[in-house]
């Protein structure tokens, strides 16, 4: 099994519990996972990941990464670092990037991220420790500040979805000249039809237990109920249920909405997330209902 953890056969801990999750690229994954522990599994994509229609910023990046106009590069996904190593593809062979990767200092965000590095021949001059946020980055860099230096840097940050202001921002306080390069982007499904009947079972009072995994399935969720003048509802919806969130920029985001996550993961990733929700079990679901 995925994910990080196998499910123990004895684990029927979400039986009886109908579960809703919003995975998209490991959907039928995560029903068989949330099936294994007893559950009802209800998997409604809610994003799709597509490339960007110009990959100008990322060119420009390459371009200025090979003239040596870079002195640090902040990797947050590493489906985003191997996305950038296709980008130079088109303009420089894979030695030429990834020895003008190794002239810069390369900060992780957390270990995939490191092992698309190691993929691309270079390495990780830091690796952010779990939960990885973005708080963790800038914590990591304040505390090897002596050999990571900001003031006066040229330092790229990879992005994926949306954009990170706030890590932005503090990395220019800290003195930095910041340059984003978005990779890919999150677009809503090309087929809406699951999601739209998740909201009205979320609605109807049919779901027990919500599972998300990243910020952008909850912002794409609730951009779908507002076409249907659902968002209110959802949001009501939402409270009433169990809510499980992967990790702490997720909580963030669901916190932001008036959502208070149930729970959250000892590891920001799908199995940990299935198998703590069912070694909690039904009373998970029962708690939130009084």
Request: overall charge positive.
């Amino acid at each position: 099994m995925m994910f990080g953890m196998t499910p123990p056969a004895e684990n029927q801990g979400l039986a009886g519990l109908r579960v809703l999750s919003f995975e998209s690229r490991r959907a039928q994954e995560m029903a068989r996972l949330i099936a294994a522990y007893g559950g009802d599994a209800i998997v409604a994509p809610a994003m799709r990941e597509v490339p960007l229609e110009s990959n100008t910023e990322a060119l420009d990046f390459v371009r200025s990464l090979l003239d040596a106009r870079f002195d640090m590069l902040i990797l947050l996904t590493g489906a985003g670092a191997r996305g950038l190593a296709r980008v130079a593809e088109s303009i420089c062979s894979p030695a030429d990037f990834a020895q003008a990767l190794g002239r810069i200092a390369l900060v992780a965000r957390g270990p995939k991220p490191a092992t698309a590095l190691k993929e691309l021949g270079a390495a990780a001059t830091l690796t952010i420790p779990e939960p990885s946020t973005w708080r963790d980055i800038l914590r990591s860099l304040d505390a090897n500040a002596a050999s990571l230096p900001l003031r006066g840097r040229r330092v790229a940050v990879q992005e994926y979805g949306a954009s990170n202001p706030e890590l932005l921002v503090a990395l220019a306080e800290r003195g930095a000249r910041v340059t984003r390069v978005p990779v890919y982007e999150w677009a809503l499904p090309e087929d809406l039809r699951p999601l739209q009947s998740a909201i009205e079972r979320l609605v109807a009072g049919e779901i027990d237990v919500v599972l998300f995994t990243s910020s952008t399935q909850l912002a794409n969720l609730l951009h779908v109920a507002a076409q249907v003048n659902r968002e209110p509802a959802v949001l009501s919806s939402l409270a009433k249920v169990a809510v499980g969130s992967i990790g702490p920029v997720t909580s963030e985001a669901l916190r932001a909405r008036g959502i208070a996550p149930a729970f959250e993961p000892s590891h920001p990733k799908m199995g940990f997330l299935v198998n703590e929700a069912a070694r909690r079990g039904p009373g998970l679901f029962h708690r939130k209902q009084s």
